[in-house]
């Protein structure tokens, strides 16, 4: 017993002298409650139940605040985990194999076709009038780009210098544009009573609207549906009206954002009439056009 008591006057030394130091320091305080109370083993059940419970809370709290910090880290990262795993899903699995200056701006997204019979039909659709016309050539007016020479002379096929650009800005047009540009004149011809011939040609025929243009964007637009290759999964459904099985036209759609590649159209449309019939000579990017003096540079 006298052994014990020396221990316990030992600790009791130790105690008071960090507790003067704790009446300076309220944090050290709470931490010396919290150690006495867990050390304090052999004195126990000699402390009051209310006094116990405190001192539980504090130490539990003291414990938790400790932790929380871990645990909010914890989350964050499980977080970006998550929204990394998701922007990564909307990338290409594959790059294309030919560069395109927007290549690094393709995404995927999922969009649900609408049917295009009444009431499920979209605004590009119905008869012709000036606003329909006005939607259509929204979707592809910024089509011709201008892009610098850095950009060009990655190019698979080589484009021709911009016409009596200062900046030697090079020609280029997203297909996607070209496309809807075909399928607007298809739509067009649809309509003869409404879209008159105004680009007759030498042989008495209408250069956009006539059989041989038509005939050119059915076969693009063919061409682009195979190359693109939509394997989307079509369904169907029993009409209980019809009494039939018929194709679902509202189905989910994996998409390339049309919007971002528009944007970028938008910013790299040309500002200025496209003089089709002028050549510009010195490009360094076509040793053909070079004159004898210039180096290309």
Known sequence: MDDFRDFSGGSALVRSSLEQESTANPLLEEQLECQTFLSKTTNIMRVPMKRT?????LCSFDSFSRLLPWLLLLALLIWNMGYYQRSELRKPMYPQLTY????????????VFQL????DTTEYQGQPSPELDEKWLELYRMGISRVPLETAKHLINKTVLFPHDEEKNYVIELDVFHQLHCLNMIRKALHPDYYKPHMIAADGEDELLGFHHI?????TIRQSLMCSVDVSVLTWEWNEERQQNLEKGAIVHTCRNFDKVRDWAKTHAIDQWFDLWHHEINDPLDTSTWEESYTGE
């Open 215 to 219: 005939d050119h964007c059915v076969d």
């Open 116 to 119: 295009g019979f009444a009431p």
């Open 53 to 57: 419970r405190q001192q539980l809370v």
């Open 100 to 111: 395109s200056p927007v290549q690094h701006l393709l995404e995927y997204e999922e969009r």
